[in-house]
């Protein structure tokens, strides 16, 4: 397998500007995680889904951002309009359904808002 | 809920000397336990995990790690690191009984001098 695949590896944008990042997940993991890494903050989980249905999104940061996983080999985390406190390495990770089984992270996307 | 402490947020060592890297936590549940690998510019990267079983577990490229339950440790070792283990390293547990979402700490970097 590939692993998770994660689009763009880099975006530059200006402010105001709508980004959309994108994730396919490992074949057959039912659960998909996105996270958002800085240094001020660390590693922070914005969202997940199970089976593609959001579970927690708590850690989204405002209105914003938004996330879909419309089937099982996709998702996207939308930003708009975009802010430069958006900057940051974002991550998607996945994992099986079963108990125990670890995340398997993308190498994530660093988007620069300017 | 749970909350994860790494108690250094930095490790300077020289080559070929010992390292720990410390991790506590705390839950009201049962968890499973996780050290992940992040290097330069890339996602996280699973070094080993406690599931159940024997307390010391033995990870990737050398790296083991106690579980303790009465002190809640997950303590990371090596006993002779090189330069490429410079890195930075995660903890992170997650509930038995509530999918397979992470709980990270805030990181340790692993700096490996010559």
């Known amino acids: 397998d590939a692993g998770v695949i994660q689009s763009p590896r880099h975006e530059v944008t200006e402010m105001g500007q709508e980004v959309t990042l994108r994730c396919k997940p490992i074949?057959?993991?039912?659960?998909l995680f996105w996270y958002r890494q800085t240094m001020m903050r660390g590693l922070e989980l914005l969202i997940y889904?199970?089976?593609?249905?959001?579970?927690?999104d708590s850690g989204m940061p405002e209105d914003r951002f938004s996330a879909k996983m419309p089937n099982a080999s996709f998702s996207t985390l939308k930003i708009q309009p975009s802010e430069p406190r958006d900057s940051a390495v974002y991550f998607c990770?996945?994992?099986?359904?079963?108990?125990?089984?670890?995340?398997?992270f993308g190498p994530g996307t660093r988007l620069t808002v300017t | 809920a749970q909350s994860v402490t790494q108690l250094d947020s930095q490790v300077p060592v020289f080559e070929e000397a010992p390292v720990e890297l410390r991790c506590n936590y705390s839950?009201?549940?049962?968890?499973?336990l996780f050290w992940y690998v992040q290097y330069p510019n890339q996602g996280l990267q699973l070094l080993l995990k406690?599931?159940?079983?024997?307390?010391l577990v033995k990870g990737i490229n050398g790296f083991e790690a106690e579980f303790n339950k009465s002190q809640t440790s997950f303590h990371l070792r090596k006993p002779s690191v090189h330069i490429s283990d410079t890195a930075e390293y995660f903890c992170?547990?997650?509930?038995?009984?509530?999918?397979?979402?992470?709980?990270f700490g805030g990181g340790t970097r692993l700096m490996v001098k010559p």
């Open positions: 990770a996945s994992s099986p359904g079963l108990p125990g089984k670890e995340q398997y």
């Open positions: 074949s057959g993991h039912d659960y």
């Open positions: 889904f199970n089976n593609n249905v959001p579970i927690d």
């Open positions: 839950s009201s549940v049962s968890v499973y």
């Open positions: 406690y599931l159940s079983g024997s307390t």
């Open positions: 992170a547990v997650s509930d038995r009984n509530a999918g397979n979402m992470l709980t």
